[in-house]
């Protein structure tokens, strides 16, 4: 488990969005099956994804603000070398895109 709190230094304003507190969960996950070396592995929750040297898909942890995706991962190596991914995530904000009405 990894929280995230990014806010204007000495403020309460944060990057994205002004009506919430700025504390969120960044990384939860259960994880069954070993990623490491085991041949197959699923990971399910709020989770860091980096595909592409993270130009595809990617954490940005350069960023104040990393990146991370709610979803599952399921991970197949099937010989040494070779590692198959499958993902599947999702919004996890049904507000997203609309406007904050409380701020008029």
């Known amino acids: ?21 700025g504390l ?6 259960l994880e069954l099956g070993d990623a490491g070396s085991g041949a197959l592995s699923l990971r399910v929750g709020r989770q860091e994804l980096a595909y592409g ?16 995706f709610d979803g599952a991962r399921l991970r197949l190596r099937p010989s040494a070398g070779l590692v198959l991914d499958g993902i599947g995530t999702w919004i996890g904000d049904e507000d997203a895109g609309r406007p904050d ?4």
């Open 101 to 104: 009405e409380s701020l008029a």
């Open 53 to 68: 040297g993270e130009r595809l898909v990617g954490a940005l942890n350069w960023a104040q603000q990393a990146r991370s």
């Open 24 to 29: 969120d969960l960044h990384q939860g996950w």
């Open 1 to 21: 488990v990894q929280v995230q709190d990014v806010r204007v230094w000495g403020g309460e304003l944060g990057t994205t969005d002004p009506s919430a507190d």
